[in-house]
């Protein structure tokens, strides 16, 4: 499967974003997707992750209640809506596709097929 994530850009702190991560092939509905971010001179953090059939959503301490990950699985997307943005929330974010045990998901190991990487960046 190969994933293509999009939809970052530059907003003001407080606004909204939405990200999409496209998936090609006839087997993505049976991945978990999960959502990673790097900030300039930081390493790689989980966001959050959803599984397959979108019965499970997982989401860093740091983003829950804010952020709502969601899936099409007929279209091939996950999508990351991102509310209440933060300066902090600045970063370029990736999309994974993988199968990761509940005990893993929040790990980038656990995940086998990686997007690209869209930007996003939080004017205060």
């Known amino acids: 499967v190969q994933l293509q994530a999009s939809g970052g850009g530059l907003v003001q702190a407080g606004g909204s974003v939405r990200l999409s991560c496209v998936a090609s092939g006839r087997t993505f509905s049976s991945y978990s997707v999960g959502w990673f971010r790097q900030a300039p001179g930081k390493e790689r953090e989980f966001v959050s992750a959803?599984?397959?059939?979108?019965?499970?959503?997982y989401y860093a301490e740091s983003v829950k209640g804010r952020f709502i990950i969601s899936r099409d699985n007929a279209k091939n997307t996950v999508d990351l809506q991102m509310n209440t943005l933060k300066p902090e929330d600045t970063a370029i974010y990736y999309c994974?596709?993988?199968?990761?045990?509940?005990?893993?998901?929040?790990?980038?190991?656990?995940?086998?097929?990686w997007g690209q990487g869209t930007l996003v960046t939080v004017s205060s």
């Open positions: 959803i599984r397959y059939n979108g019965g499970s959503t």
């Open positions: 994974a596709a993988g199968f990761p045990i509940t005990s893993t998901i929040r790990q980038s190991n656990a995940y086998t097929h």
